[in-house]
């Protein structure tokens, strides 16, 4: 079964930028480098503390065709945003991915949120989270040591249950620098409220 669903916000589009998912071919890496640069610009111009300097303008923008390049050959992703507060520092990608509802909604969540997969240094930390504008969900923090990045992680998981198109959801991000990523739950969870069905697709 095909999953055609997309998700939309109304965060802040500076802050949370979608990131473009495109195939293979000479227009699809053209559009790709072309949202590159351009969201590149556009973030480095807010900076108000310091000139924008076209090397760090250029370095940004060859990470954010990178992993839009990279990201859709390595996970099955239907959108991926953006959070990048801060130019200046490391971005966190957010996968969103979809499939058809199965089985109870309590035991579904849980393994979406990832809250008995093996491999975590301790029990993740699961609670509920419904929104009004998706529905039921939950939320886990867990704390996992990377086999690729050898190092300890931390990943954040959204799950919901779409009643109304028959789908669960998936939003998650992970990284190793964990002090930041805790430290900005409360922004992750504003942001996974925020997120509705787009009715237009």
Same mark, same amino acid.
């Given at each position: 079964?095909?999953? %055609? =669903?997309?998700?939309?916000?109304?965060?802040?589009?500076?802050?949370?930028? !979608?990131?473009?998912?495109?195939?293979?071919? #000479?227009?699809?890496?053209?559009?790709?480098?072309?949202?590159?640069?351009?969201?590149? *610009?556009? @973030?480095?111009?807010?900076?108000?503390?310091?000139? &924008?300097? /076209? /090397?760090?303008?250029?370095? @940004?923008?060859?990470?954010?065709?990178?992993?839009?390049?990279?990201? $859709?050959? %390595? &996970? $099955?992703?239907?959108?991926?945003?953006?959070?990048?507060?801060?130019?200046? #520092?490391?971005?966190? %990608? =957010?996968? &969103?991915?979809?499939?058809?509802?199965?089985?109870?909604?309590? !035991?579904?969540?849980?393994?979406?949120?990832?809250?008995? *997969? $093996?491999? !975590?240094?301790?029990?993740? *930390? &699961?609670?509920?989270?419904?929104?009004?504008?998706?529905? #039921?969900? /939950?939320?886990?923090?867990?704390?996992?040591?990377?086999?690729?990045?050898?190092?300890?992680?931390?990943?954040?998981?959204?799950?919901?249950?779409?009643?109304? @198109?028959?789908?669960?959801?998936?939003? #998650?991000? @992970?990284? *190793?620098?964990?002090?930041?990523? %805790?430290?900005?739950?409360?922004? =992750?969870?504003?942001?996974?409220?925020?997120?509705?069905?787009?009715?237009?697709?």
């Amino acid at each position: 079964m095909t999953v %055609t =669903f997309s998700l939309d916000t109304d965060s802040d589009a500076t802050v949370w930028p !979608a990131m473009p998912v495109r195939g293979e071919g #000479r227009g699809a890496a053209r559009d790709r480098k072309k949202w590159a640069r351009r969201t590149s *610009e556009l @973030l480095w111009a807010l900076v108000d503390d310091e000139p &924008v300097d /076209k /090397k760090q303008v250029k370095m @940004l923008a060859y990470e954010l065709d990178s992993v839009a390049e990279q990201l $859709p050959r %390595t &996970v $099955p992703v239907h959108q991926v945003f953006l959070y990048v507060p801060d130019p200046r #520092r490391e971005f966190l %990608t =957010f996968l &969103v991915h979809a499939g058809p509802s199965e089985g109870d909604v309590d !035991a579904t969540l849980d393994e979406l949120v990832q809250k008995n *997969e $093996p491999g !975590a240094a301790q029990d993740p *930390e &699961v609670i509920d989270f419904d929104t009004d504008r998706l529905g #039921r969900g /939950k939320r886990s923090i867990r704390y996992f040591v990377s086999t690729k990045a050898e190092a300890m992680c931390v990943s954040v998981n959204y799950a919901w249950r779409i009643e109304s @198109l028959g789908i669960d959801v998936i939003v #998650r991000t @992970l990284g *190793e620098d964990i002090g930041w990523i %805790t430290a900005n739950i409360d922004e =992750f969870d504003e942001f996974a409220r925020s997120l509705f069905v787009n009715p237009d697709i």
